[in-house]
């Protein structure tokens, strides 16, 4: 059964699970208003990991176009939903 997945294809699925574990997290931290931190390095880096893992999937010409518009979707989101302190 080993035989069967390359070394490649499984660390393939480690990076995408590792990825979409901190995107979860992010998503959770947004959510809720009790654990509301900046999530702007977990999401990026989980965006990084998942399109690591999902390259061998897609292919590199498609995957990361899809992370660099996630990675801006991540920035313009933690900007709208920080508190803002201060005058300005």
Not at 49 to 76: K, R, T
């Given at each position: ?77 933690q900007g709208i939903t920080r508190r803002r302190t201060g005058p300005f």
């Amino acid at each position: 059964l080993a035989d069967r997945f390359a070394w490649w294809s499984t660390w393939a699925v480690i990076m995408s699970g590792v990825g979409a574990i901190l995107l979860m997290e992010a998503l959770i931290r947004l959510l809720s208003p009790a654990r509301r931190k900046a999530i702007g390095g977990n999401a990026i880096l989980g965006l990084v990991f998942l399109g690591v893992g999902l390259q061998s999937l897609f292919g590199l010409s498609l995957v990361w176009p899809a992370l660099l518009i996630g990675a801006g979707l991540v920035v313009l989101i933690q900007g709208i939903t920080r508190r803002r302190t201060g005058p300005f």
